[in-house]
């Protein structure tokens, strides 16, 4: 059984930093990532991985300011936000694709997932 559970979210000022942590049970070789909805938009892709090493993916708005790691010793998925904006508010959550279809190009396809965290809210004020 696979389980996701995201930690780190909260409030912080403009130009802050968080550090998400997603802990995972259950999974094997995954491509995990971290996904983000505000309120009344479409949930978008933020960052993606393969658990077992490889190329990063990054969203356009968030490249060169998030980044996104696997720990293999702890099993956590983290994403380390610097320089925060407030468009970057929103539920953050990660997720899971144990069947590899998630790979490479369509990383930020959501559908592509098949286990999601319950979400950790991020909340930045200017």
């Known amino acids: 059984q696979v389980h996701l559970v995201e930690s780190g979210g909260g409030s912080v000022q403009a130009g802050g930093s968080l550090r998400l942590s997603c802990a995972t049970s259950g999974l094997t070789g995954s491509n995990m990532g971290w996904f983000r909805q505000a309120p009344g938009k479409e949930r978008e892709g933020v960052a993606a991985?393969?658990?077992?090493?490889?190329?990063?993916y990054y969203a356009d708005s968030v490249k060169g300011r998030f980044t996104i790691s696997y720990d293999n010793a702890k099993r956590t998925l983290d994403l380390q936000m610097n320089s925060l904006k407030p468009e970057d508010t929103a539920m953050y959550s990660c997720?899971?694709?144990?069947?590899?279809?998630?790979?490479?190009?369509?990383?930020?396809?959501?559908?592509?997932?098949?286990?999601w965290g319950q979400g950790t809210q991020v909340t930045v004020v200017s």
């Open positions: 991985i393969y658990t077992g090493g490889g190329p990063r």
């Open positions: 997720a899971a694709d144990t069947n590899g279809r998630a790979t490479a190009r369509l990383w930020y396809e959501s559908s592509r997932y098949n286990y």
